[in-house]
C-alpha cells in the first residue's frame, strides 16, 4: 500500500506524515505507534525509486555524450598559416609623447 501511496506522489513534495495518514485513512485505524516502521519503509521505497531513477538518466546521459564523428579538417600549410594568423594580430603602433625635452 505505501508503494502504491508513493506511485501516485510527487517524491520531492511528500513526506512520511502525509503517506501515513493516506494509510490512515484507507485502513480507517490510528497508525501513531507504527511510525517509525513507516517511516523506515517510506524512506526505504523512495531511495530504491530515485536510485532506479537516477541509474536511468545516468544510461541516458551516455546514450547522449557518444562523441561525434567530425569531417577531417583541411590542413594549411606552416607558411599559410603564419602570415593568416599575422595578419589577424596586427596592430598599428601607436606613437607615445614623452614630455617634452627641453634644451639643458
Partial sequence: MVKDI?????L???TAKKVRQQLEGTLKTDLADRRK????LVMEIVNEKTQSKDDSDRDESEE????????????R???ESDSEDAEDDYKPETKKSKGK???D
Fill in 6 to 10: 508513493l506511485d501516485g506522489a510527487d
Fill in 77 to 79: 600549410s606552416k607558411k
Fill in 101 to 103: 625635452k627641453g634644451s
Fill in 37 to 40: 516502521e513507516i517511516d523506515a
Fill in 64 to 75: 547522449e555524450e557518444k562523441p561525434v564523428k567530425k569531417a577531417p579538417s583541411k590542413r
Fill in 12 to 14: 520531492n513534495t511528500i
